[in-house]
Nanobody, 122 residues
Framework: QMQLVESGGGLVQAGGSLRLSCAAS????????MGWFRQAPGQERAFVAR????????NYAESVKDRFTISRDNAKKMVYLEMNSLKPEDTAVYYC???????????????WGQGTQVTVSS
């Protein structure tokens, strides 16, 4: 059973940057693909980014491509989401997830963190 804890959220002005972190415990971290998802108020949770177990394969939602970067450190059991050029529409609760999958749909990720709030002001 893997536990995930996100951190790094906060309030930032449009155009600013934030780095989210996700700490994993209780499982074989290096065996899992890791994903970031987000849920904006009144909307369904949506895929943001995914990284393969080795870090060699990354996928991004079109809305964040070229602005966000996902990375991982298997030795530290950490995954990160570097967010640049933030926009008000990036405001959401961001969730870290783990799954043995190449997919980007949340149903394929059995392990989830509690989420961290990101608010981008205009």
């Amino acid at each position: 059973q893997m536990q995930l804890v996100e951190s790094g959220g906060g309030l930032v002005q449009a155009g600013g940057s934030l780095r989210l972190s996700c700490a994993a415990s209780g499982g074989t971290f290096s065996a899992y693909a890791m994903g970031w998802f987000r849920q904006a108020p009144g909307q369904e949770r949506a895929f943001v980014a995914r990284i393969s177990w080795s870090g060699g394969n990354k996928n991004y939602a079109e809305s964040v491509k070229d602005r966000f970067t996902i990375s991982r450190d298997n030795a530290k059991k950490m995954v990160y989401l570097e967010m640049n050029s933030l926009k008000p529409e990036d405001t959401a609760v961001y969730y870290c997830a783990a799954g043995r999958t190449t997919a980007t749909i949340e149903d394929d990720y059995p392990y989830w963190g509690q989420g961290t709030q990101v608010t981008v002001s205009s």
